[in-house]
């Protein structure tokens, strides 16, 4: 039997697939008074895609305001590759569940949730804020400095079960599947705040979208189609730059044959695009702000390529840019996001599915980069 500590009033006995204990739920208090178990999506260590496994653990229960949803789908994110690998810096508690991303059905309402009911369908929106500050009370969740991801500072999304505030659950769309409503929460919600929120995106204005081929770089595709006058997107891939022709985007640069900022310019008749949106940093913000017309803005969500960038800040006055930056989104945000979905049907787009169990295969192949949108996996539990 685990070691008992003195609050601990469990007496049912938990082992992981390998034969040893899971000691490690039993030493602390948060999932006490267990009836049953379920099986999540977790690391013991930072590492790969080798560190994930599959392990049973207690069903969480709801506190106060909070509701457990039978997740169907999650989907993964570059974000959950970096948590894996420990490159974040939050200490973690191990074992650790992984994902920030979800969708599923409502199965138990905490003390005091009345908006929703039992059965209710609802995708995640991963961001948790303190909810009392004064730009939480401004309807300023993702700027909250006490601000975390599910799965990054807590327990995250990759489970048959798990726990959220109710106001982090959103009824989705009609016409989306599970696997495209679990999606929706990390890639639509900061796509949707880089292009409206953040970048003030205008009907008819241009709009160039870097990396083409990656989940947020699709969403901003798709979100600002409807708006932008003219889209061009980046990428090292002449199929990738094709496919997003076919989603709509009009002009497909590859970066590696030219320099954007020239092709930027050459298309444009020298002048620029309004805006850029970007989830690469670092090396690519100087060639970013060369395919800017004057006035013109970046709106930077993500480094992936690099966190420090050098530029000449002569441009930046001169040519009276701005460098905007965007993290996730509000409540707001989130609502109108949906919105948008419903209204233009959009659908993300998904490269694969992998059943749950075979959730470190399917961080190897996100790990690839070879994927053209989301990386899904089902739980098959719910709806
Ligand atoms: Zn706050």
Known sequence: MPTHGPRLSCTMEVRRPDGRQAGAWWRGSRF?????????????????????????????????????????????????????????????????????????????????????????????????????CELCRAGEQSECPNFKLLGEHVPGTFAEKIKVPVQNVWPFPSHLPWAEAASLGITFTTAYRMLYSQGRLRPGEWALITGIGGGLALSLLQLAR???????????????????????????????????????RRITGKRGVDAVFDSAGGPSLEANLRCLRPGGRVVIAGVTGGPQAEIDLRRIFWSQLSVIGATMGSHRDVSDMLRAVAGGRLRPMIDRTFPFERASEAFSYLESGERFGKVVLEFGSGG
Not at 86 to 106: C, K, M, Q, V, Y
Not at 110 to 128: C, D, F, I, Q, S
């Open 32 to 132: 006490c008074d267990i009836h049953s178990i379920m099986r999540a999506v977790v690391i013991d260590e930072y590492g790969g895609p080798d560190e994930v496994s599959v392990q049973d653990l207690p069903d969480p229960r709801p506190g106060p305001g909070e509701v457990v949803v039978r997740v169907a789908a999650a989907a993964l994110n570059r974000l959950d590759i970096w948590t894996l690998s420990g490159s974040l810096g939050f200490p973690l508690e191990f074992p650790h569940i992984l994902g920030a991303d979800a969708a599923g059905e409502i199965d138990v309402l905490g003390e005091g949730v009345k908006a929703l009911r039992r059965g209710a369908k609802v995708m995640v929106n991963p961001g948790l804020s303190c909810g009392e």
């Open 226 to 264: 409807p708006v932008a006058g003219r889209i061009f997107v980046t990428s090292s891939s002449p199929d990738k730059l094709a496919r997003a022709g076919e989603l709509g985007a009009d002009e497909g640069i590859d970066y590696t044959a030219e320099d954007v900022g020239k092709a930027v």
